[in-house]
């Protein structure tokens, strides 16, 4: 029987804020960040929602390493327009409320940013991005600002961007991938909630354990459950608001379509009117011309050189 496991989003806000749990979250940052990770604390941040209206089921960990680093995990169940401004906030307001009055500069904590996100954000082809600052010549851009001696003693980094925060965004949805290394068992798990017996991700093996749905109480199962059901009736809202959207597009579409083929139907039925209008004048005029010349006693083939008509034209006026 295949074991059901609890949602990544649900387990970061309510399990895996115990410190014999931060094994899965270290296991999630080390793969992303190439790095050995160690959580040494989570500090206060505005994740503690327990309700559905709050947030809309966003869920902030602010945690910090053992190199006094500072990790923003966030979760996006529902679309927003303003994600990336979002993202740059989370990361700036990490820093000024951890900086205390009269802090050198040098206090500045470095910050990974890593939103996890169930809904298309941006447009690329792949599930996962990566975003930081780099400082390059404007002369020759194979050229990347580094620090002094000094600077990388005391800072233990070696080029001016590696003090800037960076960014990753994990689209789960357009994992479609079989997963083979690390980070794709561990992005197919966040978009399945499915670990397989054979998965070699570090921290997935503690999850298996810790994140199982049949070790959640009766009360514990009825408050998840209701999570469920609300990320459910998110994504049916934001169905219908597209069909709708969608619908309407089609209709305005139709209607501008209508209103511009009668304004070309009508353009175009003046421009053949008058077209219509200037032949049948110059035949009128031909005939009045031909009319002349026959009272005149041409003869008709002197009348059909001055006028263009057919001699049987000329014969019946």
Known sequence: METNYIRFDWAVKKLLRQKANYVVLEGLLTVLLGEKIIITSLLESESNQDTYDDKFNRVDMLAENDKGELLIIEIQNTREVAYFHRMIYGTSKAISERMKLGDSYSEVRKVYSINIVYFELGQGKDYIYHGKTEFRSLHDPTEVLILTSSQKKQ????????????????????????????LDQWISFLKTSKIPENVTAPGLKE????????????????????????????RSVLETQKIEAREEGLEEGREAGLKEGLKEGLKEGLKEGRKEGRKEGNAEQKCIVAKKAKALGFSNKQIQALTDLTIDEIELL
């Open 155 to 182: 800072f233990q980094k070696e080029i001016v961007g590696d003090l800037f925060p960076e960014y990753y965004v994990i689209r789960v949805e357009e994992f479609d991938k079989i997963a083979v290394d690390p």
């Open 207 to 234: 999850a298996r354990k810790i994140m199982a749905l049949n070790n959640m109480s009766e009360n514990e199962r009825a408050t998840y459950e209701k999570h469920l059901d609300n990320l459910r009736y998110q």
